[in-house]
């Protein structure tokens, strides 16, 4: 979760500043920005996003050469 670090350190804040905005706990907020398991809802995410002044945006991008089966 790169993305997440990066937002966050351009937004200038902390993970506890970002925490208080989301209503969440520091330690939540580490575990979304950590590499391990963790698999986020897409509201979770909405909410990291706007706390640190970003839009999130979900696409699909087709993969190269492959064949999508109906």
């Known amino acids: 979760m790169d993305q997440l ?3 966050r350190t351009r937004a ?3 993970q506890d500043a970002v ?3 989301m209503g969440t706990t520091k330690s939540a907020v ?3 920005e950590g590499s391990g398991k963790h698999a986020p809802s ?3 995410l909405r909410r ?3 706390a640190v002044g ?3 945006q979900v696409r699909l991008v ?3 050469k492959a064949r999508v089966a109906p």
Request: aromatic share 4%; charged share 25%; with cysteine.
């Open 30 to 32: 580490s575990r979304l």
């Open 5 to 7: 670090l990066k937002a």
């Open 48 to 50: 990291y996003a706007k």
């Open 54 to 56: 970003c839009e999130l």
């Open 42 to 44: 897409l509201g979770t």
């Open 19 to 21: 925490a208080e905005r």
């Open 12 to 14: 200038g804040l902390t």
């Open 62 to 64: 087709p993969q190269s």
